[in-house]
């Protein structure tokens, strides 16, 4: 019987494939058991229906509406197009934290965090979301994204800048009205701290030549090299990972992807 990659379990690796193999990411030094064979089970499970609503152009008692009074008791700018401010109940502090005593045992060891959390508001009107914007006000959107992220990560506390958005009730999303956040912490948090030093690892050893672009600094870059291999695959003949390219993007789903919908771009 021949391998399967759509039956067989495997584990994947960015240079080769055997028969019996997991997803290697090169950027965390992870492996995931990939079992695709398991889809063909019947399932009997919890299945989630679609929710449909009908969501109002303005609700007066949403906290995110233009000149509405947000829980905290701040009133919201008449604004127009986005709108931005710190987080009336931040996941960071602003202010350093006190030093945490002496761990009773090394195993229990904790280190303290500060930063500031902002909220972006994409749009004044309630119904909306990011995908269903203008391509104007998507543009106004991430030109606010640059805004502030480099307003937080010049300070001289931040080191890391993370800009997210939580999509729906079941995600922890507690206002359907279309928004994201920004987090601006004082350290590195572990995964992205893996994964700088895997690039960094990448970069500053030897590598198969290769005619994918190089970092500023003529150093072989992993996400460069990954990008160039899959762009150069026309999406007709690739193995469906590439959603979208263009001359400027190219949006797929990496090799090593863990959720269905997981994307680099």
Not at 221 to 237: C, R, T, W
Request: glycine fraction near 4%; charged fraction near 20%; include cysteine.
């Amino acid at each position: 019987m021949a391998f399967d990659p759509d039956f067989h379990p495997h584990r994947r690796s960015t240079i080769v494939m055997v028969c019996v193999f997991e997803l290697d990411n090169p950027l965390t030094k992870e492996y995931i058991l990939v079992s695709p064979h398991r889809n063909k089970r019947p399932w009997l499970g919890q299945t989630e229906p679609s929710q449909p609503s009908i969501l109002q152009e303005y609700d007066p008692k949403c906290y995110l509406c233009p000149g509405n009074s947000r829980s905290g008791g701040q009133l919201n700018e008449t604004y127009v197009h986005t709108s931005t401010f710190e987080n009336d109940f931040p996941a960071l502090l602003r202010t350093p934290c006190p030093e945490t005593p002496k761990a009773p045992h090394p195993l229990l060891s904790a280190t303290p965090l500060n930063g500031v959390c902002d909220v972006i508001i994409f749009h004044p009107r309630h119904d909306l979301t990011l995908a269903r914007l203008t391509v104007e006000d998507i543009r106004r959107v991430i030109e606010e994204w640059c805004s502030v992220y480099l307003k937080r990560g010049s300070q001289e506390n931040i080191k890391y800048v993370q800009i997210f958005e939580n999509k729906g009730a079941m995600m922890g999303c507690s206002n359907p009205h279309p928004h994201g956040q920004v987090w601006s912490l004082s350290q590195i948090p572990e995964l992205p701290r893996k994964e700088l030093h895997s690039l960094l690892e990448y970069a500053t050893s030897p590598q198969p030549p290769s005619d994918a672009p190089k970092d500023s600094g003529g150093r072989p870059n992993l996400l460069l090299e990954y990008a160039h291999f899959e762009a150069s695959v026309p999406i007709e003949e690739g193995d469906g990972r590439t959603v979208i390219k263009n001359e400027h993007w190219l949006a797929v789903v990496p090799w090593w992807a863990i959720w269905p919908f997981e994307m680099l771009r």
